[in-house]
């Protein structure tokens, strides 16, 4: 990495400042981008000099026809994409209010179709676009619905777009996480029991798959892989899913109880 530079979304907190931290631990320069100006100061100053915070909305999108030409100016270039930041509004779908709906839909899947499209002409040989999904665009989540959409969409383009870049210097590659123990959580009396049924990751196992997808040019990563290959099992077999579901709700909340007791929650 040493030498390259990364534009990464969601950087504050999380996946987002996980990935950067090892970007410029290997010698990267990293830009980073969050909504909360102060926050993502602090992220950047702990980072060191190969960091930079550039603050912005995602949903912005005159921001982001700008962005990556800020950043190759100040970095000298642009090397990777990182697209990570995302929301969730949990609950059924008759119950959120269409804005919030559509929020998801905006910060998940239409801004990084957005920065990708602004950034490949910036994208030096050797450049690669990774899309941070999820499970839950693999295999539909009930009480997620939204949430599901936007990275099955994050998928489809993202797959869609490794095809029309094939043969060409710039890779697009695709890591989708289960559960993931960072704040996206909020309260998680909210979370589905099922979002809890596979076995949560670290933010730093997330970054692990967002590095070897930018070294190895890998197409799609599923962390935990074996729950990639249980969700594909699902998305191709409804009735499966279907059937499962009740065991996979009980372990879930189980798991749940258990998280929550670990965090001290009762
Ligand atoms: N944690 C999980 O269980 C899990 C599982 C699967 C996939 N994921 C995906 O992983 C990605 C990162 O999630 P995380 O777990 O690291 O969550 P996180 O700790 O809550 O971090 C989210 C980051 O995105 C930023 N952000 C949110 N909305 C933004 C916007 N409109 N514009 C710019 N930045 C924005 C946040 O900063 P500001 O609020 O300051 O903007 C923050 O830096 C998301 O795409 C999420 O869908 C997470």
């Given at each position: 990495m040493q030498g390259k530079v990364a534009l990464v979304t969601?950087?504050?907190?999380?996946i987002g400042l996980a990935v950067a931290r090892r970007l410029v631990a290997e010698g990267a320069l990293v830009a980073l981008v969050a909504r909360t100006q102060k926050t993502l100061e602090e992220a950047a100053d702990r980072l060191g000099e190969g960091a930079a915070a550039f603050p912005?909305?995602?949903?912005d999108f005159a921001t982001l026809q700008r962005l990556p030409e800020r950043v190759a100016a100040r970095f000298g270039g642009l090397d990777v994409l990182v697209n990570n930041a995302g929301v969730n509004h949990r609950g059924a779908a008759m119950e959120q209010p269409p804005e919030a709906l559509a929020e998801i839909v905006t910060t998940n899947l239409t801004a990084p179709i957005y920065l990708t499209r602004t950034a490949l002409p910036f994208l030096r040989r050797g450049g690669v676009v990774v899309n941070v999904a999820s499970l839950a665009g693999m295999v539909p989540v009930p009480h997620e619905a939204a949430y599901s959409a936007s990275k099955a969409g994050l998928r489809a383009f993202t797959r869609a777009l490794a095809e029309e870049l094939r043969g060409s210097e710039i890779a697009a590659c695709l890591v989708s996480p289960g559960?993931?123990?960072?704040?996206?959580?909020?309260?998680?009396?909210?979370?589905?029991?099922l979002v809890f049924s596979q076995p949560m990751s670290t933010a730093e196992q997330v970054a692990d798959a967002v590095l070897t997808c930018i070294r190895e040019r890998s197409p799609e990563i599923a962390v935990p892989s074996l729950s990639g290959k249980l969700a594909t099992a699902g998305y191709v077999f409804p009735a499966l899913a279907r059937a499962l579901r009740p065991w996979l709700e009980r372990r879930g909340a189980a798991n749940k109880r258990a998280y929550l007791a670990r965090r001290g929650v009762s």
């Open positions: 969601g950087a504050s907190s999380g912005a909305d995602v949903k559960p993931v123990d960072t704040g996206f959580f909020g309260d998680v009396a909210h979370v589905p029991d």
